[in-house]
């Protein structure tokens, strides 16, 4: 009996020693490769959009590779709470999915900056969103914004629909009910897919722009891998997500002008440089009026999301971190890590210029 | 045993030992009320702003109000949990009374070791089988129903591409609760007293009539129980819902189609990690309605197994 209990005593010991000596060496050692000649130290607090998440992650660890002495932490609450978060100065930069709109601008109540001074916002990270779809042996069809809009909105019901027919001929659409699957959860994909139905295809989806999906009716599965699980699984489907998603189902040409633009992330990086700067902001703040029907070749249907700084730092401190993270970020290096993590499309080399000057001029 | 024994018995000491697992039952008797008091607090003071403020300016109700939001959520709740316990309670019997009746020894210990298995499997896990095996295996079932019985509102149609409905749901649910209900229907059966189930035997019964006349009236307040705790389960479960469940908030008994109502902790599970500020009060709100829903379902199971015990033969 003794035995038993002692031995009992001493297994807890050892499993607890097993346990502590786990979180030891989870510590950091303090030994970092000294190849850089980074000086840099401190720690640096975004929060924001959770569609940045991958991205971020990947930026981070690049960023505290070259930099060793520098911790980076994103919080990805969404976007709503990170601006939140930046409003009341708990983070010192923010991932936000949309641009701060004029009046939150004139309140200028941001906790980190000094009054007056404004804000920088950069489209830093360009996600294409994908129309696919699950039809034995087409891979690629071509819609009009009126007829992604009429399928989405549940008044398009069957693949051989004339809608549809009348852009692709010489394709044999099947007689299939559509499935159109949509996010049950609130998403900045589904906001912008939205925003595009609502400007490209206005006479036909008369729906709120939201990140909820507006309208009742369609199938609803939960987050992107759900969409691309119900899309995959099931027989006539049709869904948008994330173009890293897309590769194994048929895409959307979607109808620009005259054309038929498919995805590609050159054409999804173009569609920012068509689209005007919104009026009247501060220098450093590129907050762009996305233009869903441009006249040139962009894929129109993109996430675009923000990273969001001050202009003039109310603690001196953070000024060198911002700038080196968010010039690394918009660097040919950050843009390439963030579309080999999460497959966005690297940002133009005209946007990088305007980029690098409003981040120059952080103080 | 004469008085003056017993007389000079000293009262009854208290051993340490004693002491000390009376007082350690006694705080974990504590312990758990205080946890239920401080999570029941909890919701109770995050809900009141939900409920307080104008529903104007909380962007989740999208125009509505609190009460119109979280009714096709409560609605779907008590579906999804009805569905399930339908399908599993009749199967859960089934699977108890051969693995204590019919069964022979050696198989009877290996099933229900399997049975048992299954509530060591993770709702994840559950979700993805449901969403990616399930659905699309049941979706053929959906259309011939539509084709064939879309008289009877339950399968009006029309039929979801994807099976991803609330029936697929419901059948998940029914898999996961299975364990428990089968766990305790079994373990009740094997309680009958042998001298019930002889006297039945003896009367000329067959086996399926002794079950009848003995063991069912006997097991009855523990089918009643076991099915609740299944039901509790079926109600607060998140993530299997969450995966499989194509959710619209309609408020429908069809079964088949792509318009579902969402139940409340899958709501909260897709629409928390974009919720801030007033949002996050509303999806605590709908907590707790799950919460109070959840302890009339309990308190009803209790006045049904309080009433049904002196019938049931067990005294």
Redesign the interface.
Known sequence: MNITRASGFAAIIAAGAIVLSGCAANEPTGEAPDETTSTLEGTLVGAGA?SQQSAQEAWVAGFQSANPGVTVEYDP?????GR?TFIAGGSQFAGSDRAFKDEEIAEDAFGACVPGTGIVEIPAYISPIAVVFNLEGIDTLNMDAATIAGIFAGQITNWNDPAIAATNEGVELPDL???A?HR????GTTENFVDYLAAAAPEVWTYEV???WPV???????QTS?VV??VA?????IGYVDASRSAEFGTVAVQVGDEFIPFSPEAAAAIVDASPLVEGRGEGDLAIELDRTPDSAAYPIVLVSYLIACNEYAESDSVELVKAYLSYIISEEGQQVAAEAAGSAPISNDLFEKASAAIEAIK | MSTETVQSIPKPKLRPGDRIFSGSALSAGTLILIALAAIAAFLIIQSIPAITTPAEDITILRGTDFFSYAFPLVFGTLWAAVIALVLATPLAIGIALFISHYAPRRVAAGLGYIIDLLAAVPSVVFGLWGGNVLAPAVQPAYSWLEKNLSWIPLFEGPASGTGRTILTAGVVLAVMILPIITAICREVFLQTPVLHEEAALALGATRWEMIRVAVLPFGRAGIISGAMLGLGRALGETMAVAMVLSASGAVTFNLISSQNPSTIAANIALSFPEAYGLNVNVLIATGLMLFVITLLVNMLARFIINRRKDFSGAN
């Open positions: 959770s609450i969404g976007s709503g709470g939140d009910p559509i499935t699957v049950s959860d609130e998403s939201s990140g909820d009742d009716g369609g199938e609803a599965a939960a759900g699980d119900a699984n099931g027989t006539g489907t």
